[in-house]
């Protein structure tokens, strides 16, 4: 059972991404399309160093071995 969830879960994290792409695509107004989003939020050096940081501890944690 909870095999099933995971990889539900795993399958709904793409499923969710690919459907915002295309409602950003169908109607910009209502949600904005990635390229927009991200040129907004890296206009700034904290939100830059913040996702740098980030990704540098979701990589410590997940992709460096015990």
Do not use: C, S
Not at 11 to 32: F, N, Q, S, Y
């Amino acid at each position: 059972m909870t095999l099933v969830l995971v990889v539900a879960g795993y399958a709904l994290v793409p499923l969710a991404g690919i459907t915002l792409v295309l409602v950003a695509r169908a109607r910009p107004e209502v949600l904005a399309p990635l390229g927009v989003l991200l040129e907004n939020v890296f206009a700034h050096r904290a939100a830059r160093i913040t996702l740098l940081l980030f990704a540098w501890w979701l990589g410590w944690h997940f992709l460096v071995p015990d």
